[in-house]
């Protein structure tokens, strides 16, 4: 009897382990795409730091904004249009408005960045 | 132990500097946080278009009009937002039939 309880004890365990083995190497290997896709050195690092932070990448944030060239002013506009054009008192949706929200948030986090490369 | 009283004192500045830190008023309020999710749920598509995930299809439609009029590109919308809420519309009208 106790012969059973102790093998499937044994059994789970292994199960367990595998898995959380099988876990942590997909984990790893997807901060290490995401480092990657960063762009490499330390600020590529911290891009792909901020984007885990933030559940958005600069790229998305540039195409829920629609822009192309990372400027402050233009960001300013489109996110203005942008958030008033979803406004729950005109029907919009709020999800909508937030993810318009989020984006400027990511862009206004790499500018800020990029800002405090090139005069420290 | 004696370093208690100065550690609460540190808490609570750490905790107004981080909530500082967050920039703009927009971090730690009420709106959704991250972008789109990979690959679009029903439950996105709902929030999306603005309705119940149960909606009837008329309603769906009639969602998806309106929001597509206030988003729309030629408007001066963005296309990726146009494009998710046409991928919104696709995914609850198919799950309907």
Redesign the interface.
């Known amino acids: 009897m106790a012969k059973y309880i102790a093998q499937i004890l044994v059994l789970g365990t292994q199960v367990i382990g595998r898995a959380f083995a099988r876990a942590l190497r997909q984990e790893f290997a997807a901060s290490q795409e995401a480092a990657r896709r960063g762009g490499g050195g330390e600020k590529g690092a911290s891009r792909a730091a901020a984007n885990a932070r933030?559940?958005?990448?600069v790229e998305?944030?540039q195409?829920?904004?629609?822009i192309d060239k990372l400027d402050q002013e233009q960001v300013n506009k489109?996110f203005e249009?942008?958030f008033n054009?979803?406004d729950k008192s005109?029907?919009?949706?709020?999800?909508?408005?937030?993810?318009?929200?989020?984006?400027?948030?990511r862009l206004?986090?790499e500018l800020?960045s990029r800002k405090q490369e090139t005069d420290p | 132990m004696r370093a208690v009283p100065g550690m609460s004192q540190k808490m609570s500045e750490t905790v107004k500097s981080l909530s500082q830190l967050d920039s703009s008023s927009f971090a730690n309020s009420k709106y959704y946080k991250g972008g789109f999710e990979p690959k679009m749920t029903r439950r996105e598509a709902s929030l999306i278009l603005g309705i119940s995930p149960t909606a009837s299809k008329t309603k769906v439609k009639e969602a998806h009009k309106r929001i597509m009029a206030l988003n729309h590109p030629d408007r001066g919308g963005s296309p990726l937002l146009a494009a998710k809420i046409n991928e919104a519309k696709d995914l609850l009208e198919s799950g309907k039939s």
């Open positions: 933030t559940g958005i990448t998305e944030a195409q829920i904004l629609n489109n249009y942008l054009a979803n005109k029907g919009g949706s709020f999800y909508l408005q937030s993810k318009v929200v989020r984006a400027k948030e206004d986090q800020q």
